[in-house]
């Protein structure tokens, strides 16, 4: 019988009603008596390791999540997560790039109304989440979602209230889970890699998003706080360059600072391609600047995060931010 470890960190999930809203109030044992049909199908072991709204979700949080499945790692054959929707994308990302080559399934799952209310999507979900992490051969990070799991590195939550919350952005849906049925669509290559984990991430990467109006000096800011730049741009990866406001200019400055940048795209799908306008030609052609292609955003975020954690040489960093790593990029082929 294969042993699953349900990991609770709070979120809607667990969230009971208090005087100032919703807020995370259950204990890993008040799960367990949701999941009496998977009694006789697994040995179910609990453990809360953090009891907090998503949005405080920090990059430490993150480590401490990887940190406790390593130590637990060849006690259970599978664990299961339960967290906040707002920032589990981004956890689900961090822990694939933090837990690398796992023969095991890292199931992250959630709701968008708690689990203890008549109408809730927790109860499924859980199940689904269950479901998956029992099924054979499934390996790595995912989300399990109203009814689909999403690949770690490629999931964004789209919708705010919806049951329906979670997408996979350029990358087709893993599996499709429907009651004791799965589909999967995405076949993990459990030879393929070392098992590894990393214990180190660097949180000091900023995200901006470009605007029209926006002016240049505002990276001058940013750059003395922040060694990593993220910046989402204009369709495929365009930045302005006019004199009035001239951003390539300014990454100039940037680079010579030593600061890593990565150019994204604010268009959820199909990604960057700076090599169709003069302004991104111009730009990868003259300054040492990275681009995300197909890449979420939450991916590129927290990838650069665990690169910069080993290293900010930018030709390392250029070296392993390209690397194809859990799905997160297809488009780049050098």
């Known amino acids: 019988m294969k042993k699953i470890l349900l990991i609770t960190t709070g979120g809607t999930i667990a969230g009971t009603n208090t005087i100032n809203g919703i807020s995370p109030g259950l204990n890993p044992e008040d799960f367990i008596k949701y999941l009496s049909d998977f009694q006789e199908k697994c040995s179910i072991h609990a453990h809360s390791l953090l009891n907090i709204d998503s949005s405080?979700?920090?990059?430490?949080?993150?480590i401490e999540i990887s940190t406790y499945i390593q130590s637990q790692y060849h006690h259970y054959d599978g664990f299961v997560i339960t967290h906040g929707t707002d920032t589990m994308a981004y956890t689900a990302s961090a822990l694939s790039y933090l837990m690398q080559g796992i023969k095991k399934p890292v199931i992250i799952t959630g709701s968008q109304i708690p689990i203890v209310e008549d109408i809730s999507d927790?109860?499924?979900?859980?199940?689904?989440?269950?479901?998956?992490?029992?099924?054979?051969?499934?390996?790595?990070?995912?989300?399990?979602?109203?009814?689909?799991?999403?690949?770690?590195?490629?999931?964004r939550k789209t919708k705010t209230k919806s049951f329906d919350a979670f997408d996979s952005i350029n990358y087709p849906v893993a599996a499709f889970i429907d009651g004791k049925r799965v589909a999967r669509y995405v076949m993990h290559d459990d030879k393929a890699g070392q098992e590894t984990?990393?214990?180190?991430?660097?949180?000091?990467?900023?995200?901006?998003?470009?605007?029209?109006?926006?002016?240049?000096?505002?990276?001058?800011?940013?750059s003395e706080k922040y060694e990593g730049i993220v910046i989402e741009s204009y369709g495929v990866g365009g930045l302005p360059f006019e004199d009035r406001r001239n951003?390539?200019?300014k990454m100039e400055s940037l680079v010579e600072k030593g600061r890593i940048i990565v150019i994204a795209s604010q268009v959820m799908n199909e990604g960057s391609d700076m090599s169709l306008y003069e302004i991104g030609i111009r730009t990868l052609k003259n300054h040492k600047i990275l681009e995300s292609f197909d890449m979420t955003i939450e991916s590129a975020l927290t990838k650069l995060m665990w690169i910069m954690g080993m290293t900010k040489d930018y030709d390392k960093v250029k070296e392993l931010f390209y690397k194809r790593i859990n799905y997160d990029i297809m488009l780049y082929d050098e």
């Open 56 to 62: 405080n979700i920090q990059p430490e949080h993150w």
């Open 197 to 222: 984990f990393y214990s180190s991430i660097y949180p000091n990467v900023f995200l901006l998003k470009l605007a029209p109006g926006m002016q240049p000096d505002v990276l001058d800011y940013i």
């Open 122 to 155: 927790g109860r499924k979900n859980l199940k689904d989440a269950f479901t998956y992490a029992l099924w054979k051969n499934v390996s790595g990070v995912y989300i399990v979602f109203d009814g689909k799991a999403i690949i770690g590195t490629r999931a």
């Open 247 to 249: 951003f390539l200019k």
